[in-house]
C-alpha cells in the first residue's frame, strides 16, 4: 500500500495544482479516529488500467488523488473505530495480513492536516490558521520564484459561464470544430501561399521595432482580449463536460494583464479525453483568435486596428505554440500530455526521480523511491529545466531591447538578477535550508560518490571553458568571375547601341557600348566657338600693336584649352571599350523595391534588368553604373556577405566550403582570397531577406533594397571540389548564382561559443 495520498496540482490555465501535507499530531491507538466528512464528493476513474479515486474538497475547492488501499482506509473512519479497529478492519475486509499502524498514521495526519477529517471547532480553528500561515508563506515565494507568472483570484465565474454557455453552445458540435478548424488551416494555407509577401511587411522585418513603447499599449490590449477569450473557453469547455469553475481572476504574464481559470474540477470528470479537451479549449481559442487576425492584419491598412490584429496574430500563434501548447511549461500541453500519459503530477515526479537517481548515484542514499520512473522522467525534467531557463533568458532580453532606447537598461538587470534568484538561489537555498534541517542526509555512505561528483562536475567544466572546438563562420554569396575586370560608365548619358551580348568574346579595344550625351556635345560645340573667337581676337590684337590685351587672350586660351580636351575626352568615354581580351560577363540583373509599397517590384530608374539589354536604348546612365565584367579566365569566385561580428576573424587563406543552391548535392572548396575593410550597403538582390534570402535588408522607403545592419564584402576563389574535377564544371556554373559558405577561423571553446552568441544576440 502506497503510504501518501497523492494531492492534485490546481488544474487553472498555467497554475500548479496545490500541494498538501499532514500535522504532526498522532491519535492514540484506543481513541476514536475523527470521522471522515460526509460533504465530501468521491470519484472513481481508472489510470494506466489501474484504478485511483478522487476527493474533492467543496469548500476550499481542492482535490486529492487516493490509491485503492489509501482509500479503503479512509472509507473506514466513520468517527467509532480506533486506530486498531482500522487496522483490524482493513485486513478483514482486505482479506490481506494485518498492516502495522506505522503505516495508516501517516495517512490519519495528512488528512487531518489537510480538513477531510470532521474536528471539534477550537482544534479546525487553528488548522485553518496554520494552513493560512503556511499558504502565505508558500504565496510569497511563488511570487519570488514566478516573477513572469503571477495571479491574484477576483471572482467566481460560474452565473458568468452559465449565462455564456447557450450562446456557444454550437462551438462544441462537430460542425462548429470543423468551421473552427476550416478558419485555423485557411489562414496557415494563406501565410505559406505567400509567405514573402507576409516576411516583407515592415512589422515582420523588425519585430522588435513593433514591440517598443510606443506600441506597448496595443500589444496589451491584444494580449489582454486574447487571454480573457483564452480563459472563458476553458471555463465553458469544463461547463460543457458537467464540470465545474468557481476561481477566475487576473494573471500577470511577463507583466502582461491576463486573466487565468480554475479547472481543476476536471480531475472528477473520469473520461480523460474530456479533460484533454479542456486543457486544450485555450489553445484551440487562441489559434482561432490568430487565424481571425491574420486575415483582419493583412486586409487593413496600417493604424490602431491593424496593430491589435498583428498583436493578436503573434500573440495567439507565437506565443501559443511556443508556451501553451508546449508540454516542458507548466500550462495547457504540459496538463494535455499529463491526462494522455494518465501521469499526474508529471513535473513534479519527474523532478523528484532524478533528484532521487542523483542522490543516489552521487551520495549514495539508500532512501525509497519515489515512485515508479526511468530515463523518460529524467529526460523531460532536464529538457524542461533546460527550456525554462531559455524561454525566460529570451523575455528578458526582449524587455530589454524594448527598454534600451529609453535608457532603461538596469531595468533589464533587475530583471535579470529576479530571474537568476528564482531560478538559481530560492531552489538553492530550500534544498541548503532541507539538509540543515536533517543533517542525517548530508552524510554520503561512501565517501568515493561525491569525489566521483565533483569530478564530473570538473570535467563538464573543464570541457566547456577548456576543450577547444572547430569553429567556422558562415555567410551568404554570389558567383563572380575569379578574374576580371569592371565596365562602368565614366559619365552619364544616353545608351545608342550595345555592341555585346553576354558570353561574347572581345578583344581589347572592341567597342562595348556606344552612349551619346547632347549636353556634352553643346558644351563642346560652344566651347569651341569661344577658341576660335579668341583666336581671332589674338590675331586682331597682335595686329594694332595691343601688346597688354594679346597677352590676355593667350592666358584665356591656355585655360580653355584643358577644358575643352576634358569635355572631348568624357564624350570618347561615352564609347565603352574592352581593356583586355576575355569574355562579356553581365552584372547580375538589379531590382528595388518602391517607396509606396513594400510588395510591389519595379525595375531601377532608366535602365531595366542589365545594362545590355537591348530594350535599354535610349535609357540614361548616371556616372558609376556597373554595366558589365571583361573575364580573362574561366574560373569563378565567390563573394560572400558577412556580418560585423562575423568578419572580425576572417584572415586571407583560410579554407572554406560553398554550397551553390542549383546544385545541393556537390561542395565546392574554396580560399579565401579578400577582406572588404569597407562596408557593403548594397548587395546582390538575390542574398536579401526580401528576395526570400537571408541578409536583412530594409524593405520599404528611401533606403529600399539597401541592407539593415553593417555586412562586409569577403572574396573566396573557388578551388576544388570534394568530389570530382573543378574543369568538368566550368561550362555549368555562371554569374550570379546563390550559395552559402562555411569558412574555418580556428577553434573556440563552447564557452567563447556560448558568450559570443549572447553578445551577437543583446548586440553588445
Same mark, same amino acid.
Given at each position: 500500500m502506497s503510504t501518501a495520498t497523492s494531492p492534485i496540482q490546481n488544474r487553472a490555465?498555467?497554475?500548479?495544482?496545490?500541494?498538501?501535507?499532514?500535522?504532526?499530531?498522532?491519535?492514540?491507538?484506543?481513541?476514536?479516529?475523527?470521522?471522515?466528512?460526509?460533504?465530501?464528493?468521491?470519484?472513481?476513474?481508472?489510470?494506466?488500467?489501474?484504478?485511483?479515486?478522487?476527493?474533492?474538497?467543496?469548500?476550499?475547492?481542492?482535490?486529492?488523488?487516493?490509491?485503492?488501499?489509501?482509500?479503503?482506509?479512509?472509507?473506514?473512519?466513520?468517527?467509532?473505530?480506533?486506530?486498531?479497529?482500522?487496522?483490524?478492519?482493513?485486513?478483514?475486509?482486505?482479506?490481506?495480513?494485518?498492516i502495522g499502524n506505522r503505516e495508516?498514521?501517516?495517512?490519519?495526519?495528512?488528512?487531518?492536516?489537510?480538513?477531510?477529517?470532521?474536528?471539534?471547532?477550537?482544534?479546525?480553528?487553528?488548522?485553518?490558521?496554520?494552513?493560512?500561515q503556511d499558504s502565505t508563506r508558500s504565496r510569497w515565494l511563488s511570487r519570488i520564484s514566478g516573477i513572469l507568472y503571477m495571479k491574484v483570484r477576483a471572482f467566481d465565474p460560474d452565473r458568468l459561464l452559465n449565462l455564456i454557455y447557450p450562446w456557444v453552445r454550437w462551438m462544441f458540435h462537430p460542425f462548429g470544430v470543423a468551421l473552427v478548424v476550416c478558419s485555423i488551416g485557411s489562414a496557415v494555407l494563406l501565410v505559406t501561399a505567400r509567405y514573402e509577401e507576409f516576411t516583407s511587411q515592415p512589422e515582420m522585418q523588425d519585430l522588435r521595432a513593433f514591440f517598443n513603447v510606443q506600441n506597448i499599449f496595443w500589444f496589451w490590449l491584444a494580449v489582454g482580449m486574447v487571454k480573457v477569450l483564452h480563459e472563458f473557453g476553458h471555463g465553458l469547455t469544463c461547463k460543457h463536460f458537467g464540470g465545474e469553475c468557481h476561481a477566475m481572476g487576473l494573471l500577470f504574464m511577463c507583466f502582461t494583464p491576463c486573466m487565468y481559470c480554475d479547472v481543476s474540477d476536471s480531475w472528477m470528470l473520469p473520461n480523460k479525453w474530456h479533460r484533454i479537451a479542456i486543457a486544450a479549449a485555450g489553445v484551440y481559442v487562441e489559434l482561432l483568435v490568430a487565424s481571425l487576425a491574420t486575415f483582419v492584419w493583412w486586409t487593413t491598412a496600417p493604424g490602431v486596428l491593424h496593430s491589435l490584429a498583428f498583436s493578436a496574430m503573434v500573440f495567439g500563434s507565437v506565443q501559443t505554440l511556443l508556451i501553451n501548447a508546449n508540454p516542458l511549461m507548466r500550462f495547457d500541453g504540459y496538463y494535455m500530455m499529463s491526462d494522455f500519459l494518465e501521469v499526474p503530477n508529471l513535473r513534479q515526479k519527474s523532478f523528484n526521480f532524478t533528484k532521487y537517481y542523483l542522490k543516489q548515484m552521487f551520495w549514495g542514499t539508500r532512501e525509497a523511491a519515489p515512485g515508479s520512473g526511468g530515463?523518460?522522467?529524467?529526460?523531460?525534467?532536464?529538457?524542461?529545466?533546460?527550456?525554462r531557463v531559455t524561454l525566460t533568458a529570451g523575455i528578458i532580453w526582449l524587455f530589454s531591447r524594448m527598454l534600451e532606447p529609453y535608457k532603461l537598461q538596469a531595468l533589464g538587470w533587475v530583471l535579470t538578477g529576479m530571474a537568476v534568484t528564482s531560478i538559481v538561489l530560492v531552489?538553492?537555498?530550500?534544498?541548503?535550508?532541507?539538509?540543515?534541517?536533517?543533517?542525517?542526509?548530508?552524510?554520503?555512505?561512501?565517501?568515493?560518490?561525491?569525489?566521483?561528483?565533483?569530478?564530473?562536475?570538473?570535467?563538464?567544466?573543464?570541457?566547456?571553458?577548456?576543450?577547444?572546438?572547430?569553429?567556422?563562420?558562415?555567410?551568404?554569396?554570389?558567383?563572380?568571375?575569379?578574374?576580371?575586370?569592371?565596365?562602368?560608365?565614366?559619365?552619364?548619358?544616353?545608351?545608342?547601341?550595345?555592341?555585346?551580348?553576354?558570353?561574347?568574346?572581345?578583344?581589347?579595344?572592341?567597342?562595348?557600348?556606344?552612349?551619346?550625351?547632347?549636353?556634352?556635345?553643346?558644351q563642346v560645340e560652344r566651347?569651341?566657338?569661344?577658341?576660335?573667337?579668341?583666336?581671332?581676337?589674338?590675331?586682331?590684337?597682335?595686329?594694332?600693336?595691343?601688346?597688354?590685351?594679346?597677352?590676355?587672350?593667350?592666358?584665356?586660351l591656355d585655360e580653355l584649352q584643358p577644358q575643352l580636351a576634358s569635355l572631348r575626352q568624357r564624350i570618347e568615354d561615352l564609347v565603352l571599350r574592352a581593356p583586355a581580351d576575355g569574355l562579356v560577363v553581365p552584372e547580375p540583373e538589379r531590382a528595388t523595391l518602391s517607396a509606396e509599397s513594400a510588395t510591389f517590384i519595379k525595375p531601377l530608374d532608366h535602365w531595366q534588368r542589365t545594362v545590355l539589354?537591348?530594350?535599354?536604348?535610349?535609357?540614361?546612365?548616371?556616372? @558609376? +553604373? %556597373?554595366?558589365?565584367?571583361?573575364?580573362?579566365?574561366? /574560373?569563378? #569566385? !565567390?563573394?560572400?556577405? *558577412?556580418?560585423?561580428?562575423?568578419?572580425?576573424?576572417?584572415?586571407?587563406?583560410?579554407?572554406?566550403?560553398?554550397?551553390?543552391?542549383?546544385?545541393?548535392?556537390?561542395?565546392?572548396? @574554396? +580560399? %579565401?582570397?579578400?577582406?572588404?575593410?569597407?562596408?557593403? /550597403?548594397? #548587395? !546582390?538582390?538575390?542574398? *536579401?531577406?526580401?528576395?526570400?534570402?537571408?541578409?536583412?535588408?530594409?524593405?520599404?522607403?528611401?533606403?529600399?533594397?539597401?541592407?539593415?545592419?553593417?555586412?562586409?564584402?569577403?572574396?573566396?576563389?573557388?578551388?576544388?571540389?570534394?568530389?570530382?574535377?573543378?574543369?568538368?564544371w566550368s561550362g555549368r556554373l555562371r554569374v550570379g548564382l546563390r550559395g552559402r559558405t562555411w569558412i574555418r577561423v580556428g577553434t573556440q571553446t563552447a564557452a567563447q561559443a556560448t558568450w559570443r552568441w549572447i553578445c551577437q544576440v543583446m548586440q553588445w
Open positions: 490555465v498555467v497554475g500548479a495544482r496545490g500541494e498538501t501535507s499532514g500535522t504532526n499530531e498522532q491519535p492514540a491507538s484506543q481513541s476514536p479516529i475523527p470521522a471522515r466528512r460526509r460533504d465530501l464528493i468521491e470519484s472513481e476513474q481508472q489510470y494506466q488500467g489501474q484504478t485511483v479515486y478522487y476527493v474533492k474538497d467543496p469548500m476550499t475547492l481542492k482535490y486529492y488523488r487516493f490509491a485503492p488501499a489509501e482509500f479503503e482506509v479512509f472509507q473506514l473512519l466513520d468517527g467509532q473505530r480506533t486506530l486498531d479497529d482500522v487496522r483490524l478492519a482493513f485486513a478483514h475486509k482486505l482479506m490481506r495480513k494485518e495508516i498514521l501517516p495517512l490519519i495526519q495528512r488528512w487531518q492536516k489537510a480538513g477531510l477529517l470532521q474536528e471539534p471547532g477550537a482544534m479546525a480553528t487553528a488548522r485553518v490558521l496554520a494552513t493560512q530515463p523518460a522522467f529524467i529526460l523531460y525534467a532536464v529538457t524542461a529545466s533546460m527550456y531552489p538553492v537555498g530550500t534544498a541548503i535550508a532541507a539538509a540543515v534541517q536533517n543533517p542525517a542526509s548530508m552524510r554520503p555512505r561512501s565517501w568515493w560518490r561525491p569525489l566521483l561528483a565533483v569530478v564530473l562536475l570538473a570535467g563538464v567544466l573543464g570541457t566547456f571553458f577548456y576543450v577547444p572546438l572547430p569553429r567556422r563562420a558562415y555567410a551568404v554569396l554570389t558567383l563572380e568571375p575569379a578574374e576580371s575586370t569592371l565596365i562602368s560608365a565614366a559619365s552619364s548619358g544616353r545608351i545608342v547601341k550595345p555592341h555585346v551580348v553576354s558570353g561574347q568574346r572581345v578583344h581589347q579595344g572592341d567597342r562595348l557600348l556606344e552612349m551619346e550625351n547632347t549636353e556634352l556635345k553643346l566651347m569651341e566657338q569661344q577658341r576660335d573667337m579668341m583666336l581671332v581676337q589674338s590675331r586682331t590684337a597682335s595686329a594694332v600693336l595691343d601688346p597688354a590685351r594679346s597677352q590676355a587672350i593667350r592666358v584665356a539589354q537591348p530594350e535599354n536604348i535610349g535609357a540614361i546612365l548616371e556616372p @558609376g +553604373t %556597373v554595366v558589365c565584367r571583361i573575364s580573362t579566365t574561366e /574560373e569563378f #569566385a !565567390a563573394v560572400a556577405i *558577412l556580418s560585423q561580428t562575423q568578419v572580425e576573424a576572417i584572415q586571407v587563406g583560410q579554407q572554406s566550403a560553398i554550397k551553390l543552391d542549383a546544385f545541393p548535392q556537390e561542395t565546392f572548396l @574554396g +580560399t %579565401v582570397q579578400e577582406v572588404s575593410v569597407q562596408d557593403v /550597403e548594397q #548587395a !546582390a538582390p538575390q542574398l *536579401l531577406n526580401i528576395h526570400g534570402s537571408e541578409l536583412p535588408a530594409i524593405s520599404s522607403g528611401p533606403g529600399a533594397g539597401q541592407l539593415a545592419e553593417t555586412h562586409y564584402r569577403i572574396r573566396i576563389r573557388i578551388s576544388g571540389l570534394s568530389r570530382g574535377v573543378l574543369s568538368d
